[in-house]
């Protein structure tokens, strides 16, 4: 097992994920980089819009592909993951990254869509920034999802559907959604694990020190060579 663990303060955790990912924008300008939404990575993407406001980033050739997205919400719902990434992070970024690729949520066939997102990512991924579901889900990889599960339309558990109502504010309860395959993450040239709240604690401990199992995808991570596991303390207590 090759993860890089690091625990850092609740209130640095944001900055020292900035830190570093400034860092690789510095050293590869052209990065692609594959990122999620939720709770975890705002306060990260508030950071690299001031710091990016302040000069010290530049995302103009940065290429990012969006890690997931729900099914059957409403253009424009607070939920959805566009609308979150570009809320929290794109609207603000100037100048623009090179390129941004969403899911097509309104696809009327979403296997296309689907299948259109896994060739963007079929072009090489150089980064992947991954929060942890409750239930031990990476993107919409929900339980029963093997290393080598493509991108795919999934069925979303139980638990990402209360996520999206309770906490996310969607209009309704998505079942449905477009994930990036673990194939193409464990496939990323990096990977960054961003764990954060004592809510985490058990399933991360369960994710790094239980057995690797579709029971929690997030366990498979271990298998990448260049894995960063990054949480704050309340997330760390059961490592
Ligand atoms: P959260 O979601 O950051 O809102 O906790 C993480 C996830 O479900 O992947």
Redesign the pocket.
Known sequence: MTVRLEVVAAEAWADRVADELIARVHERPSLRLCL?T????STLFSRLVARSAAGEVSFAGVTIVLLDEFLGLAAGDPARCDVRLNRELLADLAPAPAAIHTIDADAFHPEAAARAHDAVAAKGLDLAL?????NG???LNEPGSGPDSPTRVVGTAAA?QE?ALG??GAGRSPVMGITLGMDRLLAAGEVWL?V??SR?ADILARALNGPEGDDCPASFLRRHPRLWLVADEGAAARL
């Open positions: 999620p939720g709770d975890t990575p991954l929060g942890l579901g409750m889900h990476v993107g990402t996520a906490r996310y961003l954060t709240g985490k």
